[in-house]
């Protein structure tokens, strides 16, 4: 059984630092992985896919990692911004022969303060 | 592109009653999967359909619950005789293929509050 687990829960960091988000999974069958943002109230929104056979993914300020030999993903935020403050959840994608199963992880709740 | 539509976005119940949450894919998706986010908890995956056919039900509780993608129209979760513990926010994905080769596209949600 697949297992997503996100450390740490929260985190507080003032405006322009790095942001360094951790990911890791139990399954290194994994097919891809995918970080999403939710803001308090809304839905998810994709950030980065990653398929299994890449090591990373870039989207302007955001570099996604995956590494599966060692079962972990990191997202990483250049110059964060108090816009960036959210809910941030990494999910993996596993194949199974009764169907495909996304499973998340418990999600970094993120605040960027001014 | 309309992206994954959810409706309604908010829904209140009395204990008892039935709630029947709505989930439109994107268009040319075929492949649709609900989540339940419980307050304060994490996602956790309930249902997986594809046109007429329920392909992966392991998430779903075992009575009370059912879920439903028609030929036509959009695709139904059914909640019978609600309880409190049902109140969370359901998510809706979509994807084009089967193995989610592009990712999972997700609704705004579903907010159930049962009174």
């Known amino acids: 059984k697949q297992e997503v687990t996100q450390i740490p829960a929260a985190l507080s960091v003032p405006e322009g630092e790095n942001l360094v988000l951790n990911c890791s999974f139990t399954d290194s069958a994994i097919y891809n992985l995918q970080w999403f943002r939710q803001d308090p109230g809304k839905g998810l929104t994709s950030l980065l896919l990653?398929?299994?056979?890449?090591r990373e993914q870039t989207s302007g300020r955001l570099n996604a990692s995956l590494d599966k030999s060692s079962g972990r993903s990191t997202l990483y935020i250049a110059a964060s911004q108090p816009g960036d403050s959210a809910t941030y959840l990494c999910a993996g994608l596993l194949i199974k022969a009764a169907g495909n199963k996304l499973t998340f992880g418990g999600g970094t709740r993120v605040l960027v303060k001014p | 592109n309309a992206g994954v539509m959810q409706n309604p976005r908010h829904l209140v119940r009395r204990r008892g009653q039935e709630a029947r949450l709505r989930c439109s894919p994107m268009?040319?998706?075929?492949?649709v999967y609900w989540y339940r986010q419980l307050p304060e908890e994490g996602l956790k995956f309930m249902v997986y359909?594809?046109?007429?056919?329920?392909?992966?039900e392991s998430g779903m509780p075992k009575e009370r619950f059912s879920a439903e993608f028609p030929k036509e129209g959009p695709s139904i979760l059914r909640i019978q005789q609600v309880v409190r513990g049902d109140s969370a926010a359901y998510f809706c994905a979509s994807s084009p293929f089967a193995q989610g080769s592009y990712g999972y596209t997700f609704g705004s949600g579903t907010r159930l509050t049962v009174v």
């Open positions: 359909l594809q046109k007429e056919n329920i392909i992966d």
């Open positions: 990653i398929q299994s056979s890449q």
């Open positions: 268009k040319g998706h075929s492949h």
